[in-house]
């Protein structure tokens, strides 16, 4: 028989277990040897093994290497083989194979591809559009026309963190295949939330379903069922909404990480705190908490995605956020530049992300770079700017070991920039190639389409 003491060690050892399973989600790699190859997203599905990307070297020659690490700007040439990035080498070496393709890139900025950790590609353009906001062939033409604005604007990943039906995951699969341009797609599926919730203000409930876009969901059980919904569907992340009760939200975010994902909440005031104690990974917007909220979030490691920006936007053009009962609170764009600080003196992960509904994907890259400054305006320096919306973007989207900095082995996304964008953020405007995955998928500023390849037909020609 053990002793008392014995037992309640034991006892605490497995609660602290218990406990700490269910705060993060489970790292399913360390059942995985890093030989076997697996899909280049959170779900780390075992894949065939074999060569990706084209069959090439790809050399940028004697550019400026923003390398996204942290490290500053540094003369020097990067070369890429298929898709993964070979070597970064000084300015001097040529150490590449003869055959390789080489771009002078000489006085440019060469850095990782920018991510995206908030869109909504299938959303419609006007609030008025009804009859062709319930469309889903609609929707896909709206999410493959959005997926060229931010493919020009020198985003190479997008977190969807809520749209309609199928149409996110079946993109995430035609741009991997390089049938539609577009950058790689992290889809969370629909947005789920309680009945009354955010992002179901002033609409009907027959609307929300055929809108498609939002899972309204009752009670702990059915929050776990639309989880599980999602990752039947191909989710890499799951994005919830308040309100919720904390029994909804635990049970929700202990699906989610059981079944390798994470999660990311759209919520406000007490609702964090909510989902900050549930194990929530990120929480979207600089929305009102409390200081023990912040505080708790901090210590957790939970981490935001501010989104500055949409606001900025509404405030401008519409003169105030009105009408909506997920948003009572004070809310200013001073109160927001406010919040941003204090997530950042409270030593709390920030990611960059741009929230663009309606048509406001139009006004890129112009929204993407004023999210940058306004992270500048809360205290980061322009560099630091760059590397939350590369390397600390690619670790909230739980893909820091293949993305967000220039890197021997990791996949190539990578873009280069005519100006020097870690001195002067405007230059972001002058993206001259995107390469994504190892393509050349921008080429002067324009999205790039190779002339299809030929199949032979099977059944030769027969002479009359
Ligand atoms: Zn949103």
Sequence with gaps: ??????????????????????????????????????????????????PSGPDRFLVLRGGRVFDGTGAPAREGTLVIERNKISKVLPVSSTDWPKNAEIVDVTGKTVLPGLIDLHTHLTYPLSETDTAKAVSESDATLRAVEKLR????????????????????FRLKEW??????????????????TAEGG?????????LIKM???????????????????????????????????????????QEAHELGLKVTVDSETFYIQHAVE???????HPLPRSEETSQLMAKKGVAADPTLIPYQIIFEE???????????????????????????????????????????????????????????????????ALVAGTKTNSEILDMDDRLGTLEPGKLADVIVVDGRPDLNLDDLTKVEMVIRDGYTVVESGHVTVPRHKVVPMKTAEKKP
């Design 1 to 50: 028989m053990r002793n008392k003491s014995a037992t309640l060690l034991l006892a605490t050892l497995s609660f602290a277990v218990c406990v700490a399973g269910q705060e993060k989600p489970q790292d399913r790699r360390k059942f995985l040897d890093p030989a076997t190859p697996v899909s280049d997203d959170p779900r780390r599905i075992p894949v065939k093994p074999g």
């Design 211 to 253: 809108q498609g876009a939002t899972r309204l969901a009752s009670g702990p059980d059915d929050w776990r069922l639309a989880v599980r919904e999602q990752f039947h569907k191909g989710a890499d992340v799951i994005k919830l909404g308040s309100h919720f009760s904390s029994k909804e939200i635990k049970a929700a975010v």
């Design 175 to 192: 741009v991997r295949e390089n049938r539609v341009a577009g950058p790689r797609v992290f889809p969370a599926g629909v947005f789920i």
């Design 198 to 206: 955010h992002s179901t203000e002033n609409t009907p409930d027959e």
């Design 278 to 284: 549930a194990g929530a990974d990120t929480i979207e």
């Design 318 to 384: 519409w003169g105030g956020y009105f009408g909506s009962t997920s948003r009572r609170f004070t809310f200013s764009n001073n109160a927001n530049l406010q919040m941003l600080r204090r997530l950042k003196s409270t030593g709390i992960k920030c990611g960059v992300g741009t929230d663009l509904i309606l048509h406001w994907y139009r006004y890129l890259p112009g929204p993407y770079i004023r999210e940058l400054k306004n992270f500048v305006a809360a205290g980061w320096s322009v560099p630091e």
């Design 149 to 168: 604005y931010y493919l020009e604007s020198g985003i190479t990943s997008v977190r969807d963190v809520g749209s309609q039906g199928d149409v996110t």
